[in-house]
């Protein structure tokens, strides 16, 4: 335990200065968005101008990168909320100037695209000098992509600041994500550099759901009338590749595969404080846990027992997993064995699960790290042979109580990520229903198949990416690891190449191994 705190500690910031710090930021963007393609009467040209730019110049670890900036482009004609679809553009210098960077030149380089969302919270356009995502922009133009950084509608957008009407629910951000990209496509000729058949998203947590949820659904049919509503262009909104971190994802069935692991954990640590994250004005207590990301679920260090219902509630969605999971008919893509479990939840897709955190144990035990006072590890001299996730889960420990996405009382960010136009939280699921504290409606069908990438993935009609990078810490609590590697194992099954871990010591956080990220992209770009 001592071994596992150390860690954990080593990776703590001050939470009231990075929640002040993201708020300062996001208010300041706030008073300087000047949109720049106005026509008036509310409607937007959709022609990118390649004039209109500043050069600049930034420092990041002594290394000073120079790069054309355009910003505040509203990627739609007709926006719900322009500030929220809106994107900016980074290009490095060395193109404009006919040169390469890292065997790329202004017709190659790879399009980035980050987004900052979280929470399913709505993200401004990020830009290099935010405190949050300004590092990722900077070392990503270093490496000689061209980054493009959309704003993105989320759960909390209004029309307007006088509106009372939400129009950021689901399935908004990843209508809006779509839309920037054939934004992209539709000024191909007009950019000054990128390859708009090399985009490759990339996200955290909600984030990197949306940046799943981009991946595997483009050009789906069954998004175009979101689209023409806010008069995307007429443009493919395919991608290139796709980078998941800790991928909030497949909401309809995360309650059931949470349960599955935790289920015998009786005590869960998540606060009744729910996200937008606080500031300054609302500090966190003291309890609070200090390594959590933008717009997560405040964990509180003190841990609360489940109540009779929730422990209800957790029976019968561990003996749903079993079910959902043998439906899918997933394959171990090394041996092509069906991954089936038992009413017990017992059988080869837990073997499958359980080798991922194998793998990440063994990784670390080969770098160095000491795993003997882990009793979830099993090691047989310097080989790590199994892991027990029974134990795992104690030592990880429950973080949200069942169910963990759905809540009874509606109280969840996905609950209100589900919600009406009139900012009223729906249920997803019928369990979550049925055994309600708090009576509320189930979402339209429609809205729930829109937002699970699980729903597109081998379609005639849909051009999945072809290339996917999906990562979930090995103490990550956010979401069972049973999640992202459901996703991964369709994709692999439908003829994707994915690369697909589990790091180890990481919980719920992304973009920590940029080099690696870059990298990946760099193997299947050039």
């Known amino acids: 335990m001592k071994f596992k705190n150390f860690l954990i500690a080593a990776v703590c910031i001050s939470a009231v200065n990075f929640f002040a710090n993201a708020v300062e930021a996001e208010e300041s963007m706030k008073s300087d968005f000047r949109p720049v393609n106005a026509l008036g009467l509310g409607e937007y040209n959709l022609e990118f101008n390649p004039i209109g730019f500043d050069s600049r110049t930034a420092e990041i670890e002594g290394k000073s990168i120079s790069f054309r900036a355009y910003e505040n482009i509203v990627y739609v004609k007709n926006p719900k909320n322009a500030q929220y679809q809106s994107l900016n553009i980074y290009i490095p210098q060395n193109y404009l100037d006919g040169k390469s960077i890292n065997g790329y030149t202004s017709k190659t380089a790879p399009i980035f695209m980050p987004t900052g969302v979280g929470g399913y919270m709505p993200s401004l356009a990020q830009t290099p000098d935010d405190r949050m995502g300004g590092s990722t922009i900077l070392k990503a133009l270093e490496r000689g992509y061209v980054v493009v950084s959309p704003a993105i509608r989320g759960r909390t957008t209004v029309a307007d600041s006088d509106s009372k009407l939400y129009v950021g629910k689901a399935p908004a951000f990843v209508v809006d994500f779509k839309a920037a990209v054939r934004f992209l496509r539709a000024n191909r000729d007009r950019l000054p550099a990128g390859d708009v058949e090399k985009i490759v998203s990339n996200g955290t947590s909600a984030g990197g759901a949306l940046s799943a949820l981009l991946g595997a659904t483009g050009n789906a049919p069954d998004y175009e009338k979101y689209l023409r509503e806010i008069g995307a262009a007429q443009e493919r909104d395919d991608i290139f590749a796709s980078s998941d971190y800790c991928p909030i994802t497949n909401l309809d069935h995360a309650d059931a595969a949470y349960e599955w692991i935790f289920h015998d954990v009786l005590e869960a640590h998540q606060s009744n404080r729910q996200a937008p994250p606080p500031d300054m004005k609302n500090p966190p207590p003291d309890d609070s846990k200090k390594d959590r990301p933008m717009n997560a ?61 194998i793998e990440s144990a063994q990784d670390a035990l080969n770098s160095g790290e000491s795993l003997k006072d882990l009793d979830w590890i099993v090691l047989n001299g310097k080989k790590v042979v199994d892991v027990d996730l029974d134990k795992y889960a104690v030592y990880a420990t429950r973080m949200k109580a069942p169910p963990a996405f759905d809540k009874l009382d509606l109280s969840s960010g996905e609950n209100d990520e589900f919600a009406t136009e009139s900012n009223e939280p729906r249920h997803f699921t019928r369990t979550s229903k049925i055994h309600e504290t708090k009576s509320g409606e189930i979402a339209d069908a429609d809205q729930i198949r829109l937002m699970n990438p699980m729903n597109f993935i081998g379609r005639e009609d849909v051009q999945v990416a072809k290339h996917f990078r999906i990562r979930h810490g090995a103490i990550d609590r956010d979401t069972s690891l049973a999640i992202p590697s459901i996703l991964a194992l369709k994709l692999m099954n439908s003829g994707i190449d994915v690369d697909f871990y589990s790091p180890w010591n990481r919980g719920h956080a992304g973009d920590y191994d940029l080099p690696e990220l870059f990298d990946w992209i760099d193997s299947i770009c050039k």
């Open 297 to 357: 679920p405040v964990e509180n260090q003190s841990a609360t027992p489940l109540t009779d219902i929730e422990k209800k509630v957790s029976d019968i969605l561990r003996a749903e997993f079993p079910i959902y999971v043998n439906s899918l008919g997933l394959k171990d893509p090394s041996t092509g064995e069906l991954l089936l479990l038992d009413a017990n939840g017992e059988g080869s897709f837990k073997n499958f699960v359980k080798s991922k955190y």
